[in-house]
């Protein structure tokens, strides 16, 4: 699907962005006496991450053509170390819906609205926090202070960079 979009996107006809991977469905899965349902969570997020990481590998090894429509990632974004995860691979924004129907116990802040404190433990928790992954990466990658999150994505699109061209999926 990617791959396809891509190869579309020439001209006029370039989108603003690529929402990425919202819900799985299982045409054989039940849920409240529904056969076939759309879920997410951690399978959802372990599948696109694969996809996208793929999609990088055979860009990057010049087998299909480089992405280069933004995209904004969901699936399972339940921290800020998975948003960093598909900031590896490429997404520049991330949407994060079910981040906030955590129970308000899931959050380390306690005395403003569950709105503040989910934020607060997405950006500052030390060890799965934005702040802290991206840290982590400017180090590991050389990266300078003053990139935001788009330019940090394109590094990691960018076939130069090489940060994809080894990578080959895990066989079930």
Partial sequence: MLRAVNEQCVGDNVPD???YANRLFDPN????GERGVAYGGPDLSARNLAVL???RSLEQSGRIPVC???ISATGNIESGRMAAEYLLRGACSFQLHTYFQLPSSEYRMKRTG????ALHELYFNPERGLIACL???RRALDWPTEWNIKRMADYCVDPANR???DYEPALP
């Fill in 17 to 19: 962005f690529l929402v």
């Fill in 114 to 117: 569950k709105t503040a404190c």
């Fill in 29 to 32: 899965r039940e849920f409240d």
């Fill in 68 to 70: 280069r429509i933004p």
């Fill in 163 to 165: 940060l994809w061209l």
């Fill in 135 to 137: 840290l982590h990466l």
């Fill in 53 to 55: 990481a793929r999609l």
